[in-house]
């Protein structure tokens, strides 16, 4: 099952309703006026940070920007909803106030390897496809891949930081 994509037709929209020019949308997302051009055409797809700084910026959640056809449906049922600011996991809430069991640190040492494994995997079968010349055909995703296997491995490495910091701190009492 496919899910429809409207964000083209969506940025078009929210920017007409606001009687903004192409330029005067791009001036405030500080990018090109052929980017804006090129994503109301459907030839090229805003990246992830981009969606979320229109998403901001049109008051609109981000699942309805990408996958309602805002215009059809009479216009912006959900604004843009700022995460919480105290969305602290449970187990750093915990390491944070020194209450920590020994359970919560086995279940994210565990939940840590699993997400190590899973990169390791990944990054087995992106070289793969690299070598063998399938990975897709623009390098604009090629870079996003690497920029993502980046940012994955730096969240492992921040995970086996606070995991040492929690054995020393439990170490020491």
């Known amino acids: ?20 020019s192409q330029e005067e949308l ?41 996958h309602t056809d ?8 959900q604004a843009f909803q700022q995460p919480e600011p105290d969305n602290t996991p449970p187990l750093f809430s915990a390491a944070l106030s020194g209450q920590i069991s020994a359970e919560a640190l086995d279940s994210f040492v565990e939940q840590s390897l699993s997400v190590r494994k899973m990169l390791e995997g990944f990054k087995i079968f992106y070289e793969y496809k690299k070598e063998a010349g399938t990975t897709a055909p623009n390098a604009g995703s090629a870079v996003d891949i690497d920029n993502f296997l980046d940012l994955i491995g730096h969240m492992i490495k921040l995970n086996e930081s606070l995991i040492d910091l929690l054995r020393q701190n439990d170490a020491e009492e």
């Open 70 to 77: 805002i215009g059809l449906n009479g216009g912006v049922r």
């Open 26 to 66: 791009a001036n405030q997302l500080q990018i090109k006026r052929s980017n804006i051009a090129a994503y109301e055409s459907k030839n090229v797809e805003p990246r992830l940070g981009l969606i979320l700084r229109m998403a901001k910026l049109f008051d609109v959640n981000m699942a309805e920007l990408i």
């Open 1 to 20: 099952m496919e899910i429809e994509n409207h964000l083209s037709r969506n940025i078009r929209f929210l920017r007409k309703a606001r009687h903004w």
